[in-house]
């Protein structure tokens, strides 16, 4: 075949080539717009509350204990319960049982955990609303006691349980979802779970 044969071919195919490949982009960037256009805009956000786990007790352990065998168990079962939950903050107060509560789910989720002040719950609802802007952000805070149930309070929504019972209650999840529906103003429901070694009401007497 001649030169001038092949040339004309050769640039029919490579247009064709060219236009085919020029469609197939095009095809994608409208699948991709199609796809962002279809995510809902205001969805939900969800912030997963506990206590942190069991810690070491007894005169020697000082202000600061770690968590104990029995704690570092409990702070496993939460990562494997929560690590298909698309978490992406994961915030802790500044003490070691409150991190190292945190820290397998962190791991596995390659997230750095976010201190927090328990003495100012209403900063760290601001903080929350302010990362969640997007919608469907998911969070995890690992607090204390005396500050689980105010974080679900400062967050809006509701916590009617009793108090925490300090020596041996550490086995509450709670799941508050905040669904904002104006400009500062949120839909928020709250479900309270158990997770891991069970609490006996009973062991209080």
């Given amino acids: ?24 982009a095009a095809m ?58 698309n978490i992406s903050h994961i915030h802790s107060s500044n003490y070691i049982r409150t991190r190292n509560t ?7 989720m390659g997230l750095e955990i976010e201190i927090y002040d328990p003495s100012n719950l209403d900063a760290l609802a601001d903080k929350i609303k302010q990362q969640s802007i997007a919608g469907g952000v998911h969070h995890l805070v690992v607090g204390h006691s005396n500050t689980s149930a105010e974080t679900v309070i400062a967050l809006g929504g509701v916590a009617s349980e009793k108090s925490i019972y300090e020596k041996l209650e550490y086995d509450r999840l709670y799941k508050v979802e905040m669904l904002k529906v104006e400009k500062s103003k949120y839909a928020v429901r709250t479900k309270l779970s158990r997770y891991g070694f069970r609490y006996k009401e009973e062991a209080e007497n």
């Fill in 28 to 85: 994608y960037f409208l699948a991709q717009t199609f796809m962002s256009a279809s995510k809902p805009k205001n969805a939900v956000n969800t912030v997963y509350v506990v206590r942190h786990a069991e810690k070491l007790t007894g005169p020697d352990v000082g202000r600061d204990p770690k968590l104990s065998e029995t704690g570092s168990v409990r702070a496993n079962v939460l990562a494997e319960l929560l690590r298909d939950k």
């Fill in 102 to 108: 945190g820290a397998p789910l962190a791991k596995i």
């Fill in 1 to 24: 075949m001649s030169k001038q044969a092949t040339n004309p071919l050769m640039k029919m195919l490579i247009g064709k080539t060219i236009m085919f490949l020029g469609l197939v």
